[in-house]
């Protein structure tokens, strides 16, 4: 199991913390290195660790959820968004302590990953998600969230984390409520 | 229109126990034919229903397509800047002419047989209505004006567009139906002129009239909703009250943020545990007022189908939308201010993360209500007990009780013409 505390990707690591400049990186190698960050940063929240989730982004990371619609329209509101990972740490620590929802997991499903434009320093990369929610008590998945995220990458010197994660959901409703990230 | 609403339901002697108490039985909640009726006496009765803000439609020729009760509709401006409102069902043979959630047009063509209408709702196009070369066509005797999208009256207040279905002699004057406290409200927060920020759409698997109650319900606030007292943020305390309506259908709940924390009241609810956390950016609730009079939450639920929000610094719009007797979506749209500044437009933003679906204060809304839908599914005889600061709806200077409620239940009964037990 990949824990973000720890350098992600340790075959790769001394490469990525010495390299320093992402536009010399091979594509194969950075799509590579890219896919691994989505899937354990997937799988940090399928798995809820998630005290780990704000790890995956830099420290001045900002994590948006929007719907299609509103992104359609260029407006702005969210149904999450955290600028920082301070506001990610406080979000965990509300749902550990405050909130109450039933139990629940999510199950990410990450295909279509494309990387974009990159410079020495970040990259953009996207890909298409499907997420399902199965609550424990009722024990039937319904497919939760389906859409496309667009994120900028950055190398640290813990390996690529998420400068910026935009996802936009093509599902407008939202059934019951919202607890986790996607 | 004075016969009980259905002799099946009317003749069970507990159907609506009159105690001192109110007790709600669940079969309001659960009995197909009873929303069906409400769809008649509520939704299509005497009573404004909100369909938009003027923002959404800013522009001649915009529209935005929704619901009244379970009637798709759709809302309007024509080219001269009128808001019309119609049934969203072709005059032919019942398809929906607009299939956009959005936009701007003038014409209204139903893609079956391409029969067009324009924004009033007016049948302007009927193709092939002559036949071709003698043949088919219309009966001569086809009058074109007699065959429209069914109209609904419109009314605005403070650029809230609300509509109905009722003759103009049934239903009061929409100021009236408000009320002055509601309009009083509505006058502070939409007092200047506002932009759009976006929608959240959230459905719940229950019945509207538990997300009626929920609304109208300060006591749950500080129980179910734990976000602030984790968080050493002022809560239960707060000073607040309800006010209803004359006719008890409405409901205004505020809370006025103090600082004195009074614990021994709570007995050592989890709820009061306080301060166990702090927010590691605080900039979340950080928004400067917009209002002098110190009230930091506003929830004011006007009958049917509205909430308006003020929770902190975000102002909201909730249109209920019931689909069926167990199922209703919620609408939520945000909007700030047009002269916001940077500052103010990044709070708001970030209080999103405060409320809606998704919000640290009130995600636990959508699961409360369906908590209840899953345990009524049988003894629909059985009733809820709602008797929290007294029996009557009466105006209450506190934020543990539930006479909005209580009002609330009155005002439906009536308007429902369910008999009571007793009477």
Known sequence: ?182 | MNAPMNPSLDKRQAFWPQTEQMQVPYQVFTDPRIFDSEQERIFRGPHWSFLALEAEIPEPKNFKSTYLGDTPVVVTRDRNGQICAWVNRCAHRGAMVCRDRRGKADAFTCVYHQWSYDAQGNLTGVPFRRGVSGQGGMPASFDMKAHRLPPLRVATYRGLVFASFAAEADVEPLETYLGTEVCAMLDRIFGRPIELLGDERQVMHANWKLYSENTRDAYHGSLLHLFHATFGLYRSTQTGGCRMDEQGRHSLLTATKAETKDQSATGGLRTYQEGQYSLEDPSLLAGKPDFSDGKSLVILAIFPNLVVHQIANSLAVRHIQPRSVDEMELVWTYFGYADDDPEARDSRLKQMNLVGPGGLISMEDGEAVELVQQAIARDGDATSYIAMGGRKGEPQENLVNEAPIISFWEYYRRAMRFASSAS
């Not at chain 1, 420290?59 to 260029?74: F, H, S, V, W």
């Not at chain 1, 979000?91 to 997991?105: D, E, F, G, T």
């Not at chain 1, 997420?131 to 994120?151: C, K, Q």
């Open chain 1, 1 to 182: 199991m990949i824990a973000p505390t720890q350098p992600l990707f340790t075959a790769n690591a001394r490469a990525w913390n010495y390299a320093g400049d992402l536009s010399t990186v091979s594509l194969p190698e950075l799509f590579f290195e890219a896919t691994q960050l989505m899937l354990a940063y997937c799988a940090c929240i399928d798995d809820d660790r998630l005290e780990d989730w704000p790890g995956f982004f830099s420290p001045d990371g900002q994590y948006e959820l929007i719907t299609r619609e509103n992104a359609e329209r260029k407006l702005p509101a969210t149904a999450m968004r955290c600028e920082g990972t301070a506001m990610m740490r406080d979000r965990v620590v509300s749902l550990r302590h405050a909130n109450v929802y039933a139990k629940q997991y999510y199950r990410h499903i990450v295909t279509d990953v494309l990387i974009g434009d990159r410079s020495q320093t970040s990259v953009s990369v996207s890909s298409n998600y499907l997420v399902t929610r199965t609550l424990a008590m009722e024990g039937d998945p319904i497919v939760f969230s389906v859409g496309r995220a667009t994120d900028t990458l950055v190398l640290t010197d813990q390996g690529l984390r998420f400068r910026s994660r935009r996802v936009i959901a093509d599902n407008d409703r939202i059934h019951t409520l919202l607890v986790l990230p996607i």
